[in-house]
């Protein structure tokens, strides 16, 4: 906010004098509006960028030097951003304060849209019911549910757990669409936090309508972790089974070595999508992905750079490296976004307030995790994963976010002073989300950093092939 603050100030004081300069002196050549060529007029600058051609006649304006089009820019844009600023520091003087999510939230859903794209998804406006406070329930007598590695599961395992994964979806598609615990509903929730479709509560009063979205911000991992978190316990209450656990998709694991004879945990490789996820007899199969994701030898692109377009086709160039040097580079950047670029602030993400304006550019909000792996691959799996309104749709969207939150969990573990965030604004923030009995629940971040308190850890991996990653090693080093 002061950052902003100072920007918008500046500018404007900048617009403003430069303004009055210009119009004073009979300078400016607008690159905006068609006006006569000045006589005698000559660059006033080294900084030559542009000249502009008059679209009726044709005629080559005057050159617009580097200092006129930053006068033009600071005068257009200065106010604009400074209206903006004296309503944000009213908002923020006023009701600096966590993000809250009520029913009020809901009542003024509408339609949202991402990075340009319209979205349509608010769930009903109307919440029936009470709303609980959401509390874990944390018993030290019972042992922690374990979320495993899919690529670890033994076979008898393997089909168990398939069996059940099939049931629960079988019967979460088979929910009428009235029902908040449906699949599509899901989907729905997830597009409603995720396209700016929900406003801020209050802030409808203003002439800016200040919207909520849970990515590029420190809302990011809390939010993802509640989600997964619901969408577990509504497949263990349609299985009738309380212990279920849904298992995460290991794909930051590049593992190449066999394992050291006496480790424990899991030690595979974990970087290609789970084939149950890619057989299409199985509910949890999905068409829609890029073909990449569908080559069993080939590993995730951790480094996946969706801006590298095809020029004819316009669809997403995929490199075609070699396994060793896709591993290699996934370990990498897994090592810079969990160790060498991440800190408390740039790991979790930028603080996002009751008063702050929707963040929209990922590389001014979001935390490392979000960036790499997590963006990357969203964008290399494809489809449906593409984009917050739709990504829910494939049923890979959960073990790839189950192993997000792991993720979470492995960086405060990693030392180096990694530690939430202390803010209450962060710690206070609250979500509704319905839980397994379609009850809507308030729920607070600050009940869900700690995964014992939720009664559920991850099976132990092999992280230090990300961890431990040496620069110097040569490619293909396991
Ligand atoms: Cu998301």
Redesign the pocket.
């Known amino acids: 906010m002061s950052d902003f603050t100072s920007v918008a100030v500046l500018s404007w004081s900048l617009g403003l004098r430069r303004w009055w300069l210009s119009h004073g002196r009979e300078l400016i050549t607008s690159p905006f509006l068609v006006q006569p060529k000045a006589p005698g007029r000559s660059p006033t600058s080294n900084f030559i960028l542009f000249s502009f051609t008059d679209g009726y006649s044709g005629n080559l304006r005057d050159p617009t030097t580097f200092l006129d089009v930053l006068n033009i820019m600071a005068s257009i844009v200065a106010p604009v951003l400074f209206i903006q600023c004296l309503l944000s520091i009213l908002l923020t003087t006023t009701l600096a304060a966590p993000i809250n999510i009520t029913r009020e939230t809901f009542r003024t859903c509408r339609p949202g849209n991402w990075f340009g794209n319209p979205s349509d998804c608010c769930p009903p406006k109307i919440i029936k019911g009470p709303i609980v406070d959401f509390c874990p329930q944390y018993d030290a007598t019972k042992p922690l549910r374990v979320r495993k590695a899919l690529q670890c599961l033994s076979g008898h395992e393997l089909k168990t757990y398939t069996r059940k994964l099939e049931k629960g979806y079988a019967l979460m598609r088979a929910l009428p669409d009235s029902d908040p615990r449906s699949f599509k509903r899901q989907n729905e929730i997830?597009c409603a936090?995720?396209t700016g479709s929900f406003i801020q509560d209050g802030s409808t009063n203003l002439t800016i309508d200040l919207t909520i979205d849970?990515?590029m911000n420190w809302h990011?991992l809390p939010?993802?972790r509640m989600?997964v978190y619901f969408h577990e316990k509504i497949l263990q209450k349609l299985l009738g089974d309380p212990e279920f656990s849904l298992h995460f998709w290991n794909f930051d694991n590049s593992v190449t070595a066999t394992p050291r004879h006496g480790s424990h945990g899991c030690y595979k490789a974990g970087h290609f999508v789970p084939p149950m996820y890619n057989e299409p007899s199985k509910a949890t199969f999905e068409a829609n992905r890029s073909f990449m994701a569908f080559e069993p030898n080939r590993p995730v692109d951790i480094a996946f750079d969706l801006s590298q377009l095809n020029p004819l086709l316009g669809l997403p160039i995929f490199p075609n490296n070699t396994v060793e040097e896709q591993t290699r580079m996934n370990r990498e950047i897994m090592h810079r976004s969990m160790i060498t670029l991440a800190n408390t602030t740039s790991f979790i993400g930028k603080a996002y307030r009751v008063g702050d304006a929707r963040i929209v550019i990922p590389s001014a909000g979001s935390g490392t995790i979000e960036l790499w792996p997590?963006n990357t691959l969203?964008a290399w799996i494809g489809g449906w994963m593409r984009q917050?309104s739709t990504?829910?749709i494939d049923p890979l969207?959960y073990p790839f976010?189950a192993n997000m939150d792991r993720l979470w969990s492995v960086w405060r573990k990693l030392g180096y002073g990694n530690d939430d965030p202390t803010d209450p604004d962060w710690l206070d923030t609250t979500f509704l989300f319905w839980d397994e009995n379609a009850v809507m629940r308030r729920v607070k971040v600050r009940d869900f950093v700690d995964l014992n308190a939720l009664g559920y850890t991850f099976e132990e991996v092999n992280d230090a092939s990300w961890i431990f990653f040496d620069n110097s090693t040569s490619p293909g080093a396991p």
């Open positions: 997830h936090y995720g849970v990515h990011f939010w993802h989600f997590h969203h917050p990504a829910p969207f976010h």
